[in-house]
């Protein structure tokens, strides 16, 4: 837009000087033309004036410029000069102007005892044009300037427009991103003002409708304690103790998994959580190894020495690295080597879990896939928590072998 308006402007203001400039360029040239004219005129009659008399080459050297005087007799006084088929017209009487090799002649007649006298004044070229030149080379820098100018004030009054739109722009990205805490700040002309009110406005009203569908679930899962309370009386009254401890610890983990359902969406209620991925990974990978010794794999991790925060929470990040570590139990051999890398990374970090075994298909990153006879869901939770941080999740097969899956996080 900045670029379009300025050529706009600049083919404006072109347009305009020209229609001012070369009539102006015009009359300087007529105006100089006309002056040494009349300076030629005026030189002249002042030696029309001693013509007949004993004065005539005294007033021919007094004339700052070639001067010939053609008498009646056909003999000449002053500069040497060829009698033209102008000066022959002139001796009829008639005073004329004509151009002549280098510039033009003055021709004014003169009476004389003995008949008419021609008096020719020589005007060059240069003369014609003396200041000509300049003026017009001011006249180009002036428009030049005009241009440039109208160029600059241009591209401050698109810039005036065009940098709240690009605010705009970042504000709508943030909040496809998952950001909802963004908010354009009203500035430029007041169309651009309106449109960053009613973002911000939306950017409100969707926020205020998430709080709700949270708090929503929320209650929803607090309703199932009633039945839950329920079925733990009738675990309770069961006559066989074996029966009863393992339909209570059923219960117990039922209850586990809704409490952790309501403290899950009210915390996404509260906003965007953040953790320090070092300690969720290494904790996490330390769980799993346990699992990984007794199946003979080998567990090759990479940590950074100090904190590495990211945009997502702790148990989230958890979830995520379960998901991933246990994708690689679940589908390939035990035996098969495995390795854990986290490193910074723009925008935030990178988490790496790679494996040497038969590898998978990009295709399960939808929801619901799966290869192994699971829900397909682990790497599609893990999907979306890396995009709600601002990141993302690949999959891909090494050249040597395997399947290697790269979590990235965004930076709090």
Same mark, same amino acid.
């Given at each position: 837009?900045?670029?379009?308006?300025?050529?706009?402007?600049?083919?404006?203001?072109?347009?305009?000087?020209?229609?001012?400039?070369?009539?102006?360029?015009?009359?300087?040239?007529?105006?100089?033309?006309?002056?040494?004219?009349?300076?030629?005129?005026?030189?002249?009659?002042?030696?029309?004036?001693?013509?007949?008399?004993?004065?005539?080459?005294?007033?021919?050297?007094?004339?700052?410029?070639?001067?010939?005087?053609?008498?009646?007799?056909?003999?000449?006084?002053?500069?040497?000069?060829?009698?033209?088929?102008?000066?022959?017209?002139?001796?009829?009487?008639?005073?004329?102007?004509? +151009?002549? !090799?280098?510039?033009?002649?003055?021709? &004014?007649? =003169?009476?004389?005892?003995?008949?008419? $006298? %021609? @008096?020719?004044?020589?005007?060059?070229?240069?003369?014609?044009?003396?200041?000509?030149?300049?003026?017009?080379?001011?006249?180009?820098?002036?428009?030049?300037?005009?241009?440039?100018?109208?160029?600059?004030?241009?591209?401050?009054?698109?810039?005036?427009?065009?940098?709240?739109?690009?605010?705009?722009?970042?504000?709508?990205?943030?909040?496809?991103?998952?950001?909802?805490?963004?908010?354009?700040?009203?500035?430029?002309?007041?169309?651009?003002?309106?449109?960053?009110?009613?973002?911000?406005?939306?950017?409100?009203?969707?926020?205020?409708?998430?709080?709700?569908?949270?708090?929503?679930?929320?209650?929803?899962?607090?309703?199932?304690?009633?039945?839950?309370?329920?079925?733990?009386?009738?675990?309770?009254?069961?006559?066989?103790? +074996?029966? !009863?401890?393992?339909?209570?610890?059923? &219960?117990? =983990?039922?209850?586990?998994?809704?409490? $952790? %359902? @309501?403290?899950?969406?009210?915390?996404?209620?509260?906003?965007?959580?953040?953790?320090?991925?070092?300690?969720?990974?290494?904790?996490?990978?330390?769980?799993?190894?346990?699992?990984?010794?007794?199946?003979?794999?080998?567990?090759?991790?990479?940590?950074?020495?100090?904190?590495?925060?990211?945009?997502?929470?702790?148990?989230?990040?958890?979830?995520?690295?379960?998901?991933?570590?246990?994708?690689?139990?679940?589908?390939?051999?035990?035996?098969?080597?495995?390795?854990?890398?986290?490193?910074?990374?723009?925008?935030?970090?990178?988490?790496?879990?790679?494996?040497?075994?038969?590898?998978?298909?990009?295709?399960?990153?939808?929801?619901?896939?799966?290869?192994?006879?699971?829900?397909?869901?682990?790497?599609?939770?893990?999907?979306?928590?890396?995009?709600?941080?601002?990141?993302?999740?690949?999959?891909?097969?090494?050249?040597?072998?395997? $399947?290697?899956?790269?979590?990235?996080?965004?930076?709090?």
């Amino acid at each position: 837009m900045r670029r379009w308006l300025a050529l706009l402007v600049a083919a404006t203001t072109s347009l305009v000087l020209i229609a001012l400039l070369v009539p102006m360029a015009l009359l300087i040239r007529a105006v100089a033309e006309n002056g040494a004219m009349s300076r030629a005129t005026a030189a002249a009659e002042s030696v029309a004036v001693t013509v007949g008399t004993p004065d005539l080459e005294l007033a021919v050297e007094q004339v700052s410029r070639p001067v010939t005087v053609f008498l009646p007799d056909g003999s000449a006084v002053g500069a040497r000069a060829a009698r033209s088929d102008a000066v022959r017209l002139a001796a009829t009487g008639r005073s004329v102007t004509a +151009e002549a !090799a280098g510039g033009r002649e003055v021709l &004014v007649s =003169a009476q004389s005892p003995g008949g008419t $006298a %021609v @008096i020719r004044v020589f005007v060059p070229d240069a003369e014609l044009m003396r200041g000509v030149r300049e003026a017009w080379l001011a006249l180009v820098l002036l428009g030049l300037g005009l241009v440039a100018l109208g160029i600059v004030l241009a591209d401050r009054l698109a810039l005036a427009v065009t940098k709240p739109v690009d605010g705009l722009a970042r504000v709508s990205h943030r909040l496809a991103g998952g950001d909802l805490t963004a908010r354009a700040e009203p500035g430029g002309p007041p169309e651009v003002r309106s449109v960053a009110l009613a973002l911000n406005h939306l950017a409100g009203r969707i926020d205020e409708l998430l709080v709700a569908e949270r708090e929503s679930v929320a209650d929803l899962s607090h309703r199932l304690r009633t039945p839950l309370t329920g079925l733990r009386l009738d675990a309770e009254s069961l006559r066989d103790p +074996e029966e !009863a401890a393992r339909v209570q610890t059923r &219960v117990d =983990a039922l209850e586990r998994a809704v409490s $952790a %359902v @309501i403290t899950e969406a009210r915390r996404r209620s509260a906003g965007r959580d953040s953790c320090d991925a070092a300690a969720v990974v290494g904790e996490r990978v330390r769980f799993w190894s346990v699992l990984a010794e007794d199946q003979g794999r080998e567990v090759s991790i990479s940590l950074p020495d100090g904190p590495l925060p990211v945009a997502v929470g702790a148990e989230e990040l958890a979830a995520c690295v379960d998901a991933l570590l246990g994708n690689v139990f679940a589908h390939t051999p035990e035996g098969v080597s495995m390795s854990v890398r986290l490193r910074p990374h723009p925008p935030g970090a990178l988490l790496a879990v790679a494996d040497a075994g038969p590898g998978f298909e990009p295709a399960l990153l939808e929801r619901g896939n799966s290869a192994g006879g699971s829900t397909g869901l682990g790497l599609d939770i893990a999907r979306r928590t890396a995009e709600s941080s601002g990141g993302g999740l690949s999959v891909s097969r090494p050249e040597e072998g395997g $399947a290697r899956v790269e979590m990235l996080l965004g930076a709090p």
